[in-house]
């Protein structure tokens, strides 16, 4: 049982760095301290009001001491907890945590990436398993590729299922001003793209772009004094399933289906009741896997319910609306820009792409190789 | 619990490799295979650890085709359930890469490595490509 409260903390800031590719010699801190900043405009704040720094990245190896140096600030609690690109959502439990527990007031949680102006390689170099690395899996795309073979074998999902949530995508990225794909996409574009470790195309994979955020969360009491509408954070739910794919005990069950579940007991809340989603989709299986895991269809029809448009604009349900980490950013680990969607979501500024009535939104972190999986469920003041 | 400092898990199972031998591990403790090796049995926590030698024969349980770069040709990566009840990564050799299906029987081979990679476990269609 968590002690966590539903609601007893909410998100006042929420920005987002420079997307796509920055100027060289740009350091993943200076995205941090640019969306810090812009966070912090958002609501009001001041940067001596942040008491508590929440952070991860590949780049930066003690990055909390890193942020602390960069604003001069002396925090009186940092969490440094990396669990890959769900990391952030695994922050706002912490800073939740934290927040009832009086260790800090104001969290900050930020994220910043050049994994494309330094190369993937630079960014996040992989570490040598000698029973993973002599076989050459191109990772983490191979992993990835492993569970949507099996899931196709399981359950009968195409390479075209796969292909819609790429499209989809792409139809929402093209609402938005900041997403990094410009151009429409087909599903036929998709299956006759470069192969990368079959049946995963490019098309199937999450861009590669430079980004970052961030996001600030104090008590629900302090946030109705600030500049906008508070975004509550309603319930949370994370869970680890393994490290390795070799390790992974059902390689079509995430762990998604245990911290979904979490997250809704304590918000006490349903799938049906969710108006939007934000789904890491760092490859075309992942909403797949997590619309099963997470409740919004039975296990194994992930497939045909992402089918026939139904996850793009104007279909049953809207999930990543921001073009998601396939067609608007992915600069590594994601996580945080996936819940920056969805607070904007609850808040009403997204523009063309804003989802009608939005109370509810998930927002769910994957990290690692399908490993560590995060749920937190946000809410309006509506919902309390 | 044998001392790190005379031998380690990855080491064993090395020594069986240059043998020819697919080794895994057993918990004494509930009888269940475990791999990778380890010092530490999971779930049970126990030290009560056995070598045993595997038979060498499992079957596909997922496979990818990767292709790496544009000068070489596509391989396999495969997850391999061998039959004692453990499962590793792996690749299916002697048979083109999209040919190799889940639900596929294979039997292990030793690659034997060279100076840099230390010997690993590949596996092999049974009866051959098809």
Known sequence: ?384 | MPSLKEQSPLGVYLEHCKKGELAYQVCTDDNKPLFFPRVVAPVTGSANIEWRVSKGLGTVHSTTVVHAAKDQPPHNVALIDVDEGFRLMSRVEDIDPMQVRIGMRVKVRINPGDDKQPPFPVFVPIGGAK
Request: glycine fraction near 10%; charge should be neutral; charged fraction near 15%.
């Open chain 1, 1 to 384: 049982m968590s002690g966590l409260q539903r609601g007893s903390v909410a998100v006042v800031g929420a920005a987002e760095s420079d997307l796509g590719q920055v100027a060289p010699h740009t350091s993943p801190l200076d995205m941090m301290a640019q969306a810090t900043l812009r966070a912090l405009d958002d609501c009001g704040l001041k940067l001596s009001d942040i008491d508590g720094i929440f952070s991860a990245t590949s780049q930066v190896r003690l990055s909390s001491l890193a942020l602390a140096e960069y604003f001069r600030l002396k925090p009186n609690y940092f969490d440094g907890t990396i669990i890959g690109g769900s990391s952030f959502m695994s922050h706002v439990a912490h800073a939740q945590g934290a927040i009832q527990a009086g260790l800090c007031e104001v969290a900050l949680i930020t994220y910043g990436s050049t994994q494309r102006s330094v190369s993937r390689a630079a960014a996040s170099p992989r570490e040598y398993n000698y029973y993973e690395t002599p076989y050459k899996p191109v990772l983490p795309a191979s992993a990835y590729a492993l569970a949507a073979a099996r899931h196709m074998h399981e359950f009968g999902t195409t390479r075209e299922q796969l292909a819609e949530v790429a499209v989809a995508a792409r139809k929402w990225a093209l609402m938005n001003p900041v997403a990094w794909e410009k151009e429409p996409l087909t599903v036929e574009q998709v299956l006759k793209s470069r192969m990368v470790s079959y049946p995963l195309t490019v098309r199937d994979c999450c861009l590669v772009t430079d980004g970052g955020g961030a996001i600030i969360l104090t008590s629900a009491a302090r946030a109705k004094t600030l500049r906008k509408k508070p975004v509550y954070v309603l319930g949370v739910g994370e869970a680890i399933g393994h490290f390795t794919i070799s390790n992974m005990p059902n390689l079509t069950v995430t762990a998604a289906a245990e911290s979904g579940p979490k997250a809704f007991r304590m918000a006490g809340l349903k799938p049906t009741d969710v108006d939007m989603l934000s789904l890491y989709d760092a490859f075309t299986i992942t909403p797949i896997l997590f619309l099963e895991d997470l409740g919004f269809c039975p296990k194994g029809e992930g497939g045909r319910f992402v089918s026939g448009g139904s996850i793009a604009p104007g279909g049953k349900l809207a999930v990543n609306t921001s073009g998601g980490g396939l067609s608007y950013c992915h600069p590594g680990m994601y996580g945080l820009l996936v819940m920056i969607e969805a607070i904007r979501q609850v808040r009403g500024e997204c523009g063309q792409r804003q989802v009608r009535d939005c109370e509810i939104s998930l927002a769910h972190g994957n990290g690692g190789v399908l490993s560590s999986q995060c749920t937190v469920l946000f809410g309006s003041d509506a919902t309390l």
